[in-house]
């Protein structure tokens, strides 16, 4: 059984909050960056991994973890030395689990919907987010009081929540309301964060010298 985490990247998707992630748990983990320009996503080596051809996935422990909720909350317990998720019988994981679903089930949809221009839902009742502005209002509830979804503890759903929160408002599909800003302004001021930032710029200028190289 290998501890050695296997990170399958591009730093130009939603891999960029599995990598904040791991800086945060700060275990070592190495890259596997592939390009989409080459399509190595979906190359037979890659399918073999993830067979939705997707990126982010982790290999740990001989296990693949595909899906970006699903990463973080792993690798949370995976570490619990980092102290990012409440243990099984504290009350707080009760809350911690139900924004970290909301992330991969509520809030992405949403904010995927609106980056593409998508029409809205006509029919809300039947969508598993409802609408973008009750998403929007319940995501504003969970952060007051704050600073964090779970009060006073920073944790692993800030990592998923947080860096769905910046990509929407970056992209212009999430309205920048006061308290999103200086909830991503908290959130990217973490060393981990910053190292993140400036790992996915050497990534950047990596990746793209392998795609003209080779
Ligand atoms: N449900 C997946 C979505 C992953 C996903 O859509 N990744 C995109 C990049 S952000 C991708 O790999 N797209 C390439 C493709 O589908 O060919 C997750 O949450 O991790």
């Excluded at 890659?46 to 067979?51: D, E």
């Excluded at 699903?70 to 009350?91: E, H, Q, R």
């Excluded at 998403?135 to 504003?140: G, K, L, T, Y």
Aim: glycine letters at 8%; a neutral charge.
């Amino acid at each position: 059984m290998s501890e050695e985490i296997v990170f399958y990247h591009n730093p130009m998707s939603r891999g960029r909050m599995v990598h904040w992630m791991l800086e945060e748990i700060g275990a070592p983990y190495r890259f596997e960056l592939l390009s989409f320009e080459k399509g190595e996503n979906k190359m037979p080596a890659f399918l073999a991994v993830n067979p939705m051809g997707k990126i982010p996935a982790i290999v740990h422990r001989d296990t693949v973890i595909t899906e970006c909720g699903a990463i973080i909350t792993y690798l949370a317990d995976a570490f619990p030395a980092a102290k990012l998720a409440p243990a099984n019988d504290d009350p707080a994981r009760g809350t911690y689990l139900r924004w970290m679903f909301f992330g991969q089930g509520c809030i992405e949809p949403a904010l995927i919907d609106r980056m593409l221009s998508r029409p809205p839902a006509e029919k809300p009742t039947a969508m598993g987010y409802g609408n973008y502005d009750d998403m929007v209002q319940a995501v504003e509830k969970a952060l007051t009081p704050g600073p964090y979804i779970l009060g006073d503890r920073f944790s692993a759903v800030d990592v998923y929540v947080g860096s769905q929160l910046g990509f929407g408002m970056m992209t212009k599909s999430l309205e920048p309301r006061p308290l999103f800003q200086s909830y991503v302004g908290r959130l990217s001021e973490r060393p981990a964060y910053q190292r993140f930032v400036e790992q996915t710029e050497k990534l950047t200028r990596q990746l793209k010298y392998q795609s003209t190289t080779a």
